[in-house]
């Protein structure tokens, strides 16, 4: 029996040139994934002010606001107490009016009692009797 020997193909070598390539194709890689990382860490300084932006934003607007409605409750609060000023000061002078023609009554009243007297004594003792009027025109009508 021959002994044949199994071809197995020689290892190669490496040569310069092979490593040059590879160290090349290597540093490449790692070139490629500083790249990557440093625009992984761009985009994340990004948003991160981005979400700072917005928040800042909206805080802002928040404070506006709170301002705005402070200023309105303000002017509501002097709005209710000018109006509560405003009708004390009108019920005082309406009161004030109304005793002011009591007493001019009162005084008239005082002024003409005398008279006022007279004329119902007289209206009561003096009687004229006549028929009222819409007997009267109900008479003429049936006659």
Do not use: C, W
Request: glycine share 2%; net charge neutral; aromatic share 2%.
């Amino acid at each position: 029996m021959l002994h044949t020997a199994t071809f197995q193909p020689h290892p190669q070598r490496p040569n310069h040139k092979n490593l040059q390539m590879a160290a090349q194709n290597s540093a490449g890689i790692r070139a490629l994934l500083e790249v990557e990382q440093e625009a992984q860490r761009i985009v994340t300084a990004a948003r991160d002010r981005r979400a700072r932006e917005l928040k800042k934003a909206r805080d802002e607007a928040k404070a506006q606001i709170d301002e705005y409605q402070r200023e309105k409750d303000l002017k509501l609060k002097k709005l209710i107490a000018d109006g509560e000023e405003s009708h004390q000061r009108d019920q005082q002078e309406a009161e004030s009016k109304i005793q002011e023609d009591i007493e001019r009554i009162r005084s008239i009243g005082n002024e003409k009692m005398d008279i006022l007297a007279d004329e119902l004594i007289d209206a009561v003792l003096k009687v004229d009797p006549q028929p009222h009027k819409n007997a009267a025109s109900s008479a003429a009508r049936s006659a």
